[in-house]
C-alpha cells in the first residue's frame, strides 16, 4: 500500500517556511462519510500537490494510508496534508469522523489554530459533530462549515445550511450559494464558474440569481455588521448607505479569526465547485499560529516556567500529536512546534508525565534528530527546519510517544496532555503459540505508545491479557495491526474478577504432622472466622491463652491465612471481608517451624470453609450516562435488565440528562455497543469502580 501511495503522491522537496505567519494549521472535522478526505485529495490536486486527486473506493487517496482505512473505505487515524496557496502552507489535519477514533479527532485539535467542519448536503448534522463544535467553542477556537457532496442525488445545500445553523447556533451564515455550476458569492455579488473546472471563472450572476439570495445577502451583511467593532456600521446600513465590499469582508476576515462568526461554503469535492473559496478563505480569516495561544508549559519535575509564544527564536517547545510505526523507517512522531524552531542534527529533550494510568510511564531522555520531515500522508519529505507554528515528523526517536513534549536539553519542558476519552470496550487477546507471545509483546508496546486511547491490562487474577478499545472498529483496527506485525492472536470471553467472602461463621482446625523420619514439621491452628461487612478487608486476632502456639509463630499462622486469602478457596476467587481469630493450637519443641504454621493456616482456613457458606461477590461499578431525553426510557430499561440501580437523573451540559446507576460489571463487558445502538450513537457513559456485592444465587460464574 506504501509504494501504491507513493505513486500517487507527488513527493517531491517540501516547502520549509521560516514565518509563523505564514502556516494555517486547519483540522478537518465531520462526521463518517461527509467527505472530508475527499475534500483533503481535491485540495491537494487543485493545489499541484498531487497530479490528480485519489479515491476512496480505491484506495488511492494520500490521507487514508493506513490499510485498515483503505479496507474499511474510511479513516481511522490523523493524517497530515500541507498546500501551498498564495505563499501561504496550509497543513490540511485529515481526522476520523467514527467515534471510535475521537483520540486522534482530539490530537487533530491540539494541532490546529482553526477547524474546519464538513458535513454532507445529503445527511444532516449529527450529535457527535455537535459535540466537537461545542468543544471548539468553549476554547474559542476559529470554525468555519463546508457543506460537500453537492453532486449526490439527494443533495439540498440550503435544507443543510438551515440544519448547521440549528445544529450550532448563532454566528453561522453562508458566505456562498451554489447556483448552475458555481457559486455566487453574497458580499461581492460575482459568479464563480466551475463549468471549466478548477479554478474558476469569474463573471457576473443571473439577475434572478442576485433576485433569490437577496435575504440571504442581508442576513450576512447584517451578521457582519453585527460583530463589526465599528459601531457606526449598523447605523449606516439602516440608512441605506452601502457598506464597501473591503469594509465588510475585512470585519468578516477579523470575526471569523477571533471565533465569533462562523461562514459556510458549499463544496463540490469532485467537479472543484468552492475549492478556490476554501483555500482563500482559510489563508485569508483563519488564524496563524501567532494569534493562538499555545498550551501551558512547566518544568518536567512540574516547577514553573515562563509562557510560551509562536516564536521561532524562543525556546524550543513541540508536542508529539500522533505515533505511528512504518515497516521501513521504524518509528515516525508526528510534531507540532509550538515555539521555537527544530532543527536536524541537534539533542532534544523527550519528556511525558502524567499518563502512566494508559499504560505510559513517566520518562525523560535526551535523543537526538537527524532528520526532519515535512510529512504528505505516508510520504516523508525532508526539510531543513521546522519553526514555530508548523508540523514536521521525526523518524528513530525512539523514547517519544504521542503526548510527549520535545525541548531543549538545556531547557527541557513539559507540557499538559490534551483530555482523552477512557476506552470502555474490553477486548481479550491471547497469543495462539509461545513464540507469537513476544511477537504480541513488542506490538503492544508500540501500539500502546502511539494510542492514548488504548489501555493494556494485564490481569493477574484471571490471567488474561486486555485490550481497552473505544469501540468494535477500534478493535478492529488494533488486532490488524498486531496481526500485520506478525503477531497471530485469538480473541477469547473476557473474565470479570470476582471475589468471594464468609455469609456466616466458621470453625477450622488445621493439622500439619510430618514425622518419618529426620527433622519433621509440625503446626496444630484452630481458627475462627467471621464474615465483615462490605469493605471491611481482613482482621486477625490472637487470642492463644497458655502459649498454645508459640509466640514467633502466630505471625505465621497469619501469613498463611493471608495467603490462602489470595489465592482464593473453593471457588479459586480471592477471600476479602473476614475476620480470622487464632483461638487455639500446638507445637512441638523441635519440629514446629514458621513453614509448618504457615501451612497449617492455610488447611485451618479451607477447612472452615468447607464447613461455611462462601458467597460470591461481584464487582459493582458507577456509571454515568449522558444522553438526550428521547432515549431516556429505553436506556432505564436496559439498565433495569442489567440489575442495575438508577441513583438518580440530574440536567447536563447541552440539553441532555445525566442518568446516574450502579451496574455489575459483567453486565458492562459490551455496554459500550449496545448503548450506541440503543441511542443512535447520540450517548456517552463513564465508569468507576464503586465495590464489591453478593451475586445472585444461581448466576453463571465465569
Known sequence: MADKQAKNADTGAAVAVDDPAKVRNVVLVGPAGSGKTTLA??????????????????????????PAAVRQQRSVGLSVAPVLHQGHKINLIDTPGYADFVGELRAGLRAADAALFVVSAAEGVDAATVAVWEECAAVGMPRAVVVSRLDHHRADATAEIAACQAAFGAGVLPLYLPAGDGLVGLITQRYFDYSGGYPPTVGEPAAAELARMAEARNELIEGIIAESEDESLMDRYLAGEEIPEATLIADLETAVARGSFHPVIPVCSTSGIGLAEVLDGIVRAFPSPLEHRP???????????????ADPAGPLAAEVV?????????????????????RPERPVHVSGHGLAERGHEDHDADERVAHLYSPLGSSLREVPFCVAGDLCALTKVGSAETGDTVSSPDDPLLMEPWAMPEPLLPVAVVAKTRSDEDTLARNLSRLVAGDPTLRLDRNAETGQLVLWCMGEAHADVVLSRLRAGGADVDTEPVKISLRSTFSKPAKGHGRHVKQSGG???FAVCDIEVEPLPRGGGFQFVDKVVGGAVPHQFIPSVEKGVRAQLARGLADGHPVVDVKVTLVDGKAHSVDSSDAAFQTAGALALREAAANGHLTMLEPLEEVAIRLPDEHLGTVL???????????????????RTVIRAEVPATELVRYLIDLRSMTSGTATFTRRHARFEPMPEGMAVH
Open 295 to 309: 498550551p501551558a508549559v512547566t518544568t518536567p519535575d512540574g516547577g514553573e516556567h515562563a509562557a510560551i509564544t
Open 41 to 66: 485529495e481535491a485540495l491537494l490536486a487543485a493545489s499541484g500537490t498531487v497530479p490528480r486527486a485519489g479515491s476512496v473506493v480505491d484506495g488511492t487517496t494520500v490521507c487514508d494510508h493506513d
Open 322 to 342: 500522533r505515533t505511528a510505526v512504518d515497516s521501513y523507517v521504524g518509528r515516525v512522531s508526528l510534531v507540532r512546534v509550538f515555539s521555537g524552531t527544530l
Open 637 to 655: 430499561g436496559d439498565l433495569s435488565s442489567r440489575r442495575g440501580r438508577v441513583l438518580g437523573t440530574e440536567a447536563g451540559e447541552g440539553g
Open 519 to 521: 527433622h519433621g514439621q
